[in-house]
C-alpha cells in the first residue's frame, strides 16, 4: 500500500517546497544568531511590551529575574536550532513544530489586535493578521507536506525506514 | 551468442551498473546535502554584518561602566519615630514612600489592580521594604490633611478599609508642639515654600533629624542661616531631591568625568507642561474653610514674611506682592499658594531646582557667577503673580560653561535635557543617548573610518537592560527614546522617592552624609535665588564668592 506522505512531488512542487523550507530555516537561524552575537541582548523590552489577553502573564515572566536569563537563552537557542533543522532538512518535523510553537508565543504576546499600539511599531499595517500569522502558516503547510526526507539530511537518518 | 560476446556483454553491464551506482550515489548525497551550502552563506554573511558592526563594540568599549553597588538596607538598630510636617499632596506621598498609605489608597491600588492586571502598584508597594521606622506624630494645619495622615500613619500592615491597624501618630495644631515631643526622632517637612527653612531650623535646634521637600528656602537670608545651623549640628539632613537616586544620572555622571563629551560649553534643559494641575491649580478642597484650616499659621513666620516684604518693598518690587493681604482667608492661595511670591518660589524653586541639582550632581557645578532670567504670566491669567513661562540662563566663567533654562506650563512638547560637549552631545532622562558631533577632534579617526557615523545617536543606555549596549537597531533607539518608566538599581525596580528617603534614614542609622545634604542644598537655593532675583529685578545678578553675596549687575 503507498502510504499518503510517499506519494511523490513534481519537480516544481518539490523545488518550490524545498526553497519555502530553506528560507524559513534561514529567517530563524539569522535572528537566533543576531541575538547570540549581541552582547547583553534580552528580550525584557519586547516582553515588557507584550498586549493583548496574555499580556499580564507576559510582563510577570519578564519581571521574574531569575527567569528572564533562562527565557532569553530558550529563545535564542530554540531559534538556531529550528533554523539549523529546516535549512538542512534535519528532524524536520520538530523543527516545524517548534516553528509553530515559537510563532504562536510571538503572536499572542503582539497580536495584532484592536486598539493595540506597540513602542516597537510594526513595519506595516495589519487588522489581526500579521507577518507572524502568515509564516505560520506557511510552517503548517511544509508541515503536511514535508520534504526533509527528499532533500536534507532526513534522507539518510529515515533510510532504513522508508525502506 | 558466443561465450566471449556473453563476457563482454556482462562486463558492459557491470560497468553500466557501476557507473549507475556512482551517479546514483552522487544524486543521493545531493539530495541529501544540497542545502548544507546555505550555512556557508550565512557563515559568510553573519562574518561580513559582524565586521560591519565595528561601531557598535567600539561603543560599548568606550562606554564601559562601573557596576554600581547595591543599595544595602539598613535596618538594625531602634524604630526610628518619624513626625510629619505638611501633610498635603506631597506630604502624603512621601508617607506612602516610606510604606504608610491611607486604607482608601490602599483599597483604590486593590480596586485598580483588579481592573488592570498589568497594573502593579499594589504588589510593588506590599513588596516594598519595611524600613524599620514608626509614624508617630502628624501635624498639619488643615483638619482633613491631619486625619488622612494619622490613618496612613496608623496602616502599618499596609491593609485596606475594615483592616486592622496599628497605633494612631498623636497630632499636633502647631510643628513646634511636634518638635518637643520626646517620642519623634525625625521629622519629614512637606510644606509651602515659605515654611521650609524656618520650620527646618526649629526642628535642628529641638535635635530632629529632618528630611525636607525642595526648595530648601524662601528668602536669601534664612538660606545662609540654615546652612550655619545644619552645619553646626549632628542632625542627618537631607533636601528633597530624589533625582540624586536615579541611575542614568550616576550614569551619566561617569560619562562626563571620562571626558567622553569632550569639553561641555552648554547645558540646555527644560520644563514642559499643560494642564492645570502642572501649573500649580490644584482642586479646592470641599471641607477646607476657616474653621477647618489655622490660617493665622499658615501666614508664616514673622521673620521671615519680614525679610521677604524688606527685599519686596526695598527693590520697588511691591506689585509682586499680594495682591490680596496676607492676614486675609482664601482658599484658592491655601491650595494654590504656589502662583503666588508670598508664598512660593515660582518656576525657579519648584521646577528649575530639580534641573539644577541634576546638573550639580553630575558636574558639581556649584554656584554660578551669574544668572539673567525672563518670562512672565502669558497663559494662566488667574490672578497668579509668579511667571508661567520663565527662561533663566547661568554663567559659569571658570568652568567656560553655561546652563539654560527654558520653562513653559502651557505646551507640554517634549525637550531633552542636553549636555552639549565639543566631542559628542549626551541626551540625559528616562535614558542616555549620545550623538558624536561631525567636527569631533576626539573622535575624528573613528569617524574618517567610516566606524562612527556623526550626527546620528552613536550610544545609548536604558536602565533595565542586563549590559550596556550600543544602539543596534531602529527599534532600540526607539525603545531607549520613549525611556522605561521605572528608577533601576543593578537591574531591580525601584520608586525613585523611596530610594532616596531610604538614604537618609540609612545615614541615621550609618551616621554616614546623605547624597544631598546641607552644601548641595544651599548651592541650589542660592541658585534658585539668583534667578528669581534677575526675573524679579530685571537684571543679571551675580554671585560674588569670596563674601558669598548675590550682587545686582
Known sequence: ?163 | MSTFENKDNKNKTNIENSEQNISKGRREALKTLGTVPVLGAMAYGVYKKTKSERANRLATDIFHFQELPSPVLVTEGDVIRIGIIGAGRRGISLMRAIGFATPQNIDKLKKDAELNSQDTRYKDFLEQEDLNVKITAVCDIFDTYAERAISAGANIHREGLNGKYGEKPKRYLNYKELLVAPDVDAVIIATPDHWHAQMTMDAIKAGKHVYLEKPMSWTVPETYALRDIVRNSKVVFQLGHQNRQIETNKRGKEIIEKGLLGPITLIETSTNRNDPNGAWVYPIHADANPNTIDWKQFEGDPDRVKEYMDYMTSNGLAKYVGPEARDKFSLERFFRWRCWWDYSTGLSGDLLTHEYDAINQMMNVGIPDSATSSGGVYFFKDGRTVPDVLQTTFEYKEKDLAFLYSATQASQFKRSRKFMGHDATMEIGNSITITVDARSEKYKEQIDKGIIEPGKPFYNYTPGQKEVDAVTSATQLYFAERGLLYSYVNGKRYNTTFLHLKEWIDCIRSGEQPSCGIEEGFQEAITAHMGTRAYLEGRTMYWDAEKEEITKG
Open chain 1, 1 to 163: 500500500m503507498i502510504k499518503k506522505n510517499h506519494c511523490d512531488y513534481s519537480r516544481c512542487q518539490l523545488t518550490t517546497l524545498v526553497v519555502l523550507r530553506v528560507i524559513i530555516g534561514w529567517y530563524f537561524l539569522y535572528e537566533g544568531l543576531a541575538k547570540l552575537l549581541t552582547p547583553g541582548w534580552t528580550s525584557y523590552g519586547y516582553i515588557m511590551d507584550s498586549q493583548g489577553i496574555f499580556a499580564g502573564l507576559f510582563k510577570a515572566l519578564g519581571q521574574n529575574q531569575s527567569l528572564m536569563p533562562l527565557v532569553d537563552a530558550i529563545n535564542i537557542y530554540a531559534l538556531i536550532i529550528i533554523g539549523l533543522f529546516l535549512v538542512l532538512g534535519l528532524f524536520e518535523k520538530i523543527g516545524y513544530l517548534g516553528a509553530i510553537f515559537l510563532l504562536v508565543l510571538y503572536y499572542l504576546s503582539h497580536p495584532a489586535a484592536l486598539h493595540t499600539t506597540y513602542l516597537f511599531p510594526p513595519e506595516g499595517s495589519y487588522l489581526w493578521i500579521n507577518k507572524n500569522i502568515v509564516m505560520l502558516c506557511a510552517v503548517v503547510v511544509l508541515f503536511v507536506f514535508p520534504t526533509g526526507k527528499r532533500i536534507g539530511l532526513d534522507r539518510i537518518i529515515f533510510k532504513n525506514k522508508k525502506a
